[in-house]
């Protein structure tokens, strides 16, 4: 008797900063979704695909949710409860460091209202005693009725064989949706950017929070040779963001390119030259438009 196949999608949910992204780029193999160590790195949703020989998962990593303060927060927020309501299983992700917190409860007053299976992960297991992880799993046993509670190492790899092997075995039985190369549904302008985007988040730390977009304005191939020309426009909130960003003799920029050129080389496989500069637009995080522009746009289902 023919194996039957799984197929179906998966949200991964949580607090900014308990290591979604860490898990999507381990499972998948590859980078797709940018890391930070600075909460709502995740602004879109980025889909994932994992194919094997008898199933394929589509995780969905959303924008970890909070409380919104402005129309981008707003944005980030629906889209991750939207998810909620389209998937065949949930990961609601903690981090094991830092325990039950107030955005927890907010995220759990959610799922109270979602049907689909819900598993809570607790991610970094690594960073503590395995005695303090006991008391954690029986905290939020008690706010919900999970699945099944599973801890992993996304960083070191740990028990996350195990948590694909469940995770596969809640699927419904479907249809292949993607080609089995496949790893994301993002187009390769949206991954460039948001490379270019990580690496002014690691680059200028406190300085520059969330108030930069990154906008492609082009990208094609050079006539002259293999390589690929990409021009690219760093958007910020105020003058003295762009200084930052620039830096002295416009050495923090040019860090930024280098760094970002090396991911995006990876990406595309070839030779990329990479031009960059920084853009004023004044309060865009709270203009509709803008939002828009930059590629905050709520799919339509």
């Given at each position: 008797?023919?194996?039957?196949?799984?197929?179906?999608?998966?949200?991964?949910?949580?607090?900014?900063?308990?290591?979604?992204?860490?898990?999507?780029?381990?499972?998948?193999?590859?980078?797709?979704?940018?890391?930070?160590?600075?909460?709502?790195?995740?602004?879109?949703?980025?889909?994932?695909?994992?194919?094997?020989?008898?199933?394929?998962?589509?995780?969905?990593?959303?924008?970890?949710?909070?409380?919104?303060?402005?129309?981008?927060?707003?944005?980030?927020?629906?889209?991750?409860?939207?998810?909620?309501?389209?998937v065949d299983a949930i990961m609601f992700?903690?981090?094991?460091?830092?325990?039950?917190?107030?955005?927890?409860?907010?995220?759990?007053?959610?799922?109270?209202?979602?049907?689909?299976?819900?598993?809570?992960?607790?991610?970094?297991?690594?960073?503590?005693?395995?005695?303090?992880?006991?008391?954690?799993?029986?905290?939020?046993?008690?706010?919900?009725?999970?699945?099944?509670?599973?801890?992993?190492?996304?960083?070191?790899?740990?028990?996350?064989?195990?948590?694909?092997?469940?995770?596969?075995?809640?699927?419904?039985?479907?249809p292949q949706f993607y080609p089995e190369?496949?790893?994301?549904?993002?187009?390769?302008?949206?991954?460039?950017?948001?490379?270019?985007?990580?690496?002014?988040?690691?680059?200028?730390?406190?300085?520059?929070?969330?108030?930069?977009?990154?906008?492609?304005?082009?990208?094609?191939?050079?006539?002259?040779?293999?390589?690929?020309?990409?021009?690219?426009?760093?958007?910020?909130?105020?003058?003295?963001?762009?200084?930052?960003?620039?830096?002295?003799?416009?050495?923090?920029?040019?860090?930024?390119?280098?760094?970002?050129?090396?991911?995006?080389?990876?990406?595309?496989?070839?030779?990329?030259?990479?031009?960059?500069?920084?853009?004023?637009?004044?309060?865009?995080?709270?203009?509709?438009?803008?939002?828009?522009?930059?590629?905050?746009?709520?799919?339509?289902?």
């Amino acid at each position: 008797m023919e194996e039957q196949f799984k197929s179906g999608f998966v949200a991964i949910i949580g607090r900014p900063n308990v290591g979604k992204s860490t898990f999507m780029n381990r499972v998948i193999g590859e980078k797709i979704a940018i890391m930070s160590d600075k909460p709502q790195t995740t602004r879109n949703k980025i889909q994932g695909v994992l194919t094997e020989k008898d199933a394929q998962m589509i995780f969905i990593d959303t924008p970890g949710i909070h409380k919104p303060k402005h129309k981008l927060g707003d944005f980030m927020v629906n889209v991750a409860e939207n998810t909620l309501n389209e998937v065949d299983a949930i990961m609601f992700m903690i981090n094991a460091e830092e325990g039950y917190g107030r955005g927890d409860q907010f995220i759990i007053d959610r799922l109270q209202k979602v049907n689909q299976p819900v598993f809570l992960i607790v991610n970094k297991i690594d960073r503590v005693h395995p005695d303090q992880l006991l008391p954690l799993i029986d905290e939020y046993r008690e706010k919900l009725d999970f699945e099944e509670i599973i801890p992993i190492s996304a960083l070191e790899g740990n028990n996350v064989d195990h948590l694909l092997g469940v995770l596969k075995s809640h699927l419904p039985e479907g249809p292949q949706f993607y080609p089995e190369d496949h790893i994301t549904d993002h187009p390769e302008r949206f991954i460039v950017s948001e490379l270019i985007r990580e690496k002014v988040l690691h680059l200028t730390r406190e300085e520059i929070p969330h108030s930069i977009a990154v906008v492609i304005e082009t990208i094609k191939p050079r006539e002259d040779s293999n390589a690929v020309f990409i021009q690219a426009a760093i958007i910020v909130e105020r003058k003295s963001q762009k200084g930052i960003i620039i830096g002295k003799q416009g050495s923090m920029l040019k860090e930024v390119g280098q760094r970002a050129r090396k991911d995006i080389e990876a990406l595309l496989g070839s030779k990329v030259f990479l031009e960059l500069w920084v853009k004023v637009q004044k309060d865009w995080r709270n203009r509709q438009i803008q939002l828009s522009d930059f590629g905050y746009k709520e799919e339509e289902y």
